[in-house]
């Protein structure tokens, strides 16, 4: 009998496949990403009104709230689009966004292992600390520092910004994807579950994936757009 894997190494197993086909399907664009960004909003409205059918009881409160999912996700969307088909080379200002989320959530990851300490907020979520926190805002803080000064050569850009301001941005970035995730957090608490689904093995559901993502892109959008050329 095969031994079963633990979470981390789902997690790592999840990641190691989800990555490669996130990045080919972000360079492939076109129908392929119109039709893999509907399927993951689709995925996440579901999850997003599992939860709001477990923590509101009256038909009002849940028509509020499948509104209000579908403004929040279609903002993401749109931005998410908008920034791969409008934007110049949008797609390896994309790959920086999802570089930026995994830099939060492996900066997260790793301070809050090594360093533990004070939690952040044990109602919402217990296994937070604040040495996790500081390590999703230094993480997109470095990342984005890395991309825009190191990575992208000056042909892409019109102008590059102080490297201190580009990471302040990432740092401020890294306080939206904790914000979004928070926000997730405290919807699972209140509907008593650990996870929005189970689709993503070792990382629960597609909302727990993305959760940051959603409320980083819309801003990302807006440096890509008024800070670089500026």
């Known amino acids: 009998m095969m031994k079963k894997l633990s979470n981390l190494q789902q997690r790592l197993l999840s990641s ?32 997003w009104m599992n939860l709001i059918q477990k923590t509101t009881p009256s ?13 929040y996700l279609g903002i993401a969307f749109c931005s998410f689009l ?27 990851y790793l301070f809050g292992k090594t360093i533990g300490g004070p939690k952040m907020s044990p109602t919402i979520s217990p296994k937070k600390t ?11 803080a470095c990342c984005l520092v890395i991309c825009i000064h190191v990575l992208t050569p000056a042909v892409l850009i019109e102008y590059t910004p102080p490297a ?23 919807l ?27 409320l980083i892109v819309l801003p990302y959008l807006c440096f890509v757009l008024y800070i670089l050329p500026s």
């Open 16 to 47: 190691l496949i989800l990555i490669p086909v996130v990045l080919a399907v972000l360079w492939v664009g076109g129908w392929v990403l119109g039709v893999a960004a509907s399927v993951v909003i689709a995925i996440s409205f579901a999850e």
């Open 82 to 108: 908008y920034l791969r088909l409008f934007v110049p080379d949008g797609t390896e200002f994309l790959v920086y966004l999802m570089l930026l989320v995994w830099a939060s959530d492996s900066g997260a």
């Open 130 to 140: 604040w040495a996790g926190y500081g390590g999703a805002l230094l993480g997109p």
């Open 188 to 214: 699972k608490r209140k509907a008593q579950v650990k996870d929005t689904g189970a689709i993503v093995p070792g990382h629960g559901g597609m909302l727990d994936r993305i959760d940051a993502l959603l």
């Open 164 to 186: 201190l301001l580009t990471f302040v941005v990432g740092g401020l970035l890294g306080i939206v994807g904790q914000s979004g995730d928070l926000m997730i957090s405290a």
């Open 59 to 71: 038909l009002r409160g849940r028509i509020l709230g499948g509104l209000l999912g579908i403004v």
